[in-house]
């Protein structure tokens, strides 16, 4: 169990912070630090940056206790994890807190003169007390020494932490305003060329419209009559999507002020230049309305969510939202996420979180670039109908493109695999029979759980079995096994 406050120098966490925080600053894009003020951009640095001085919840300390081995004697080593001892009673006291956790094993100066032993976490520090002498009055006086020499050390690094944050602000301005210099000279020199700029390779054309938009052409679901865009086409739209937000991180001043509706505007104006003025913008739709929505002979066939990141839980309402936005025939869905948060990377990452703990998530993701990830989610009305992909992890993608294009149709795609002389497709055919009988499995073991009858319990003179048995044949779509594998009909009448 660690001492509190005995390590290194706090002023070794001093410097790898202002380190973290001018490394951050350099790594800015020309074009982040010239579009926006330098005011902004110091309390952004500052504010994740800024060393945060631990406070603990004292109203939310609570005590534990655990059966164990704790010493027998108090002397010579009253230390009872370090000896061997006799069954007793471990009890330990929890201090929640917020704050920077590693403050509490970096030593303040002065440091604290008696300082304790310790386990710390994100959340809380425990003490533990444990000996075959101890009374509820040796344990209260320990656990409040502890929480006195706490208390002491966490001052005493205050101290340290309320001049170096000051410090620090100052350090964050100079740098930015060096690094603003740095940039204006870069796009003065850029733009004092005399010789027009050569296209790059790599460069998007969001903007370019093509000369013929193309048609979309969703493909009838035979099933219920429904429509589902062919995959290119899906594909097709989100690289428009993605298109239009490279523009806009590399144009970021014309962005910056924009709100939701007015930048959807922007993606809304590439899509029905390029697909021939299918997309409408908040269009009313199931029990909401959605931001994006393509439709075709009055059906859906696209719908997308376009929203700012505002953390963790409101990424799951917005999920929330595309979700009650969809019909369960709307399986080509979409979530557009704008940030203006500096760190990325963790945007991304508590995106991901978020999404996969949402109660309707399926399975995912599946990365298609460096920021575009696809995800299989249930309909909340209908958990058999999915959005965006079949989830079974044996099939392949070539599979599951089948099966949208089918609307589902199984049967067919099975049929069609089966005649198939690709050994692709015979692998292919393998792994959908044993995904299908995996699912009809688990139906009928669910089903072999069900009581089928009228009463609880059932009557025999009202039973199901008396009922059926009064029918000279009975006909079934797609039940013949549930009467079959049940008890509901007697011996000899199948």
Known sequence: MPLLFSGADVQVAFKNVQGNAKSEIANFSDDYV????????????????????????????????????????RTPNPNFDRQPGVKGRIYSLHVPYTGDEYLFHYMPVPPPPNPAHATVSKAEVVFTAGGAWHTSEYINQQFDANLATLEDGIARVEKNVTPFNAALRNVIVARLARRIEIAKKTRQTTQGLKYPLRRRDNAHETYKLPEKPKQLVPKPVQ????????????????????????????SPTVFEKAEEEHIRVHYLVQLNGQHQGKATGETFNSIGKTDILIRHENKNVFVAEC???????????????????????????????????????????????????????????????????????????????????????????????????????????????????????????????????????????????????????????????????????????????????????GSGRR
């Not at 005011?39 to 300390?61: C, G, H, M, Q, R």
């Open 34 to 73: 010239l579009s926006h003020s330098i005011e902004d951009l110091a309390d952004s640095v500052y504010d994740k940056f800024a060393i945060k001085t631990p406070v603990l919840d004292k109203d939310n300390i609570r005590s534990d206790w655990v059966d164990g081995y704790v010493p027998e004697y």
């Open 223 to 250: 099933v219920d009559g429904s429509y589902v865009l062919d995959k290119g086409d899906y594909q097709s739209i989100l690289k428009i999507g993605e298109s239009m937000s490279l523009v806009m991180e590399r």
């Open 307 to 489: 929203k700012f990141w505002r953390g963790y839980e409101a990424m799951k309402k917005t999920a929330d939202q595309l979700l009650g936005c969809t019909t369960w025939r709307d399986t080509r869905t979409a979530l557009i996420i704008f940030n203006r948060n500096v760190d990325f990377t963790n945007v991304i990452s508590e995106a991901q979180r978020a999404i996969k703990d949402h109660q309707q998530y399926r399975s995912g993701p599946t990365k298609e670039s460096e920021s575009r990830f696809r995800y299989t989610f249930t309909h909340p009305e209908d958990k058999q109908r999915e959005l965006i992909v079949l989830a079974d992890k044996d099939l392949d993608e070539h599979t599951r493109d089948l099966l949208f294009d089918s609307g589902g149709a199984f049967e067919k795609v099975l049929a069609d695999l089966q005649v198939s002389t690709d050994s692709d497709d015979q692998q292919r055919h393998d792994a959908l029979i044993t995904a299908v009988a995996g699912i009809f499995n688990g139906m009928n073991n669910a089903f072999m759980h069900v009581p089928f009858e009228f009463e609880n319990p059932p009557s025999v003179q009202h039973s199901m079995a008396s009922f059926l048995s009064r029918f000279h044949a009975i006909f079934t779509l797609n039940q013949d096994a549930l009467l079959n594998n049940t008890t509901i009909l």
